[in-house]
C-alpha cells in the first residue's frame, strides 16, 4: 500500500538554527498536507499542496512539492521554541478520500 | 472550521474490559474518522464512520474488537473491547473540512488511554 516516509525520524536545533523535514512517497502524490502536533496537543493543520513544484509560505515556514509529486519538504527559519513538536506531512490514499500520515518529525529546539 | 469534543480525555482500564469513547462535532458532517495514536508514532487510521450506515474498517482493525456507532450527523463512539496493555494509545475523531487553503482535517483533542 501506499506509504508516506519522513526523515529525519528526529532533529534537536539550537534556538536560531534552521529546521528541515522532507516527505518521501514512492507513488505519485494527488496532494500533500502537512500537520503541526505539539506535546500533548492533537494534531493541526498547516497547509495543503496540490501543484507540481509549488512553494508556500506561512512566516518563518517555507512548504515545498517536488516537481514528481512524490516529495515534499518542511523548512523552518530561525527556529523558535514555539516550534517544538512533531510535523507530520499526509496525503490522500490513491483513489480514496482517506489520508495517509507520515511517520513523523519530531523537533526539539534548544534555548 | 470545525470544532470537535472527546470524551473521556483520558482514562485508565483493566485488561478485559471495554470503553467507549465520544466523539461530538459542532456542524453536521459526513464522514468521521477514528485514528490511533500509539506512544511516539505517527497517525493510523482505524476506521471510517458514515452516517447511516456501517463503519469502514483499514486492515488491521476489526468491528468486534472496535465497534463504531454513527447514530447522526454530529456524533460517534468508538469502543475498544476486551482492551489489553497494547491497545494503550491515543484515540482521535477527524472530520473534513473545507477551507479556503483546502480540505483539512480537524481532529478532536483525543483520549488517552492506558491499559494495565
Known amino acids: 500500500g501506499q506509504q508516506v516516509m519522513q526523515i529525519p525520524q528526529y532533529q534537536h536545533v539550537q534556538e536560531g538554527e534552521d529546521f528541515t523535514t522532507y516527505c518521501n512517497s514512492s507513488?505519485?502524490?494527488?496532494?500533500i498536507q502537512w500537520y503541526k502536533q505539539r506535546p500533548g496537543g492533537h494534531p493541526v493543520f498547516l497547509i495543503q499542496?496540490?501543484?507540481?513544484?509549488e512553494v508556500k509560505k506561512q512566516k518563518r515556514l517555507t512548504f515545498q512539492f517536488g516537481e514528481a509529486k512524490k516529495n515534499s519538504s518542511l523548512h523552518i527559519t530561525a527556529t523558535q521554541t514555539t516550534d517544538v513538536g512533531t510535523y507530520f506531512c499526509?496525503?490522500?490514499?490513491?483513489?480514496?478520500?482517506?489520508?495517509?500520515f507520515g511517520t513523523g518529525t519530531r523537533l526539539k529546539v534548544l534555548a | 472550521s470545525a470544532v470537535i469534543s472527546q470524551k473521556p480525555s483520558r482514562d485508565i482500564c483493566q485488561r478485559g474490559t471495554s470503553l467507549t469513547i465520544q466523539c461530538q462535532v459542532d456542524?453536521?458532517?459526513?464522514?468521521m474518522f477514528w485514528y490511533r495514536q500509539q506512544p511516539g508514532q505517527s497517525l493510523t487510521l482505524i476506521a471510517t464512520?458514515?452516517?447511516?450506515?456501517?463503519?469502514?474498517?483499514e486492515s488491521g482493525f476489526v468491528i468486534d474488537k472496535f465497534p463504531i456507532s454513527r447514530p447522526n450527523l454530529t456524533f460517534s463512539t468508538l469502543t475498544v473491547s476486551n482492551m489489553s496493555p497494547e491497545d494503550s494509545s491515543i484515540y482521535l475523531c477527524?472530520?473534513?473540512?473545507?477551507?479556503?487553503?483546502?480540505?483539512?482535517?480537524?481532529f478532536g483533542p483525543g483520549t488517552r488511554l492506558t491499559v494495565l
Open positions: 477527524s472530520v473534513y473540512g473545507s477551507t479556503p487553503v483546502g480540505n483539512e482535517q480537524f
Open positions: 507513488t505519485t502524490l494527488s496532494n
Open positions: 499542496l496540490v501543484k507540481s513544484g
Open positions: 499526509a496525503s490522500v490514499t490513491s483513489g480514496t478520500y482517506k489520508y495517509i
Open positions: 456542524s453536521q458532517v459526513t464522514m
Open positions: 464512520a458514515n452516517q447511516g450506515s456501517e463503519a469502514t474498517y
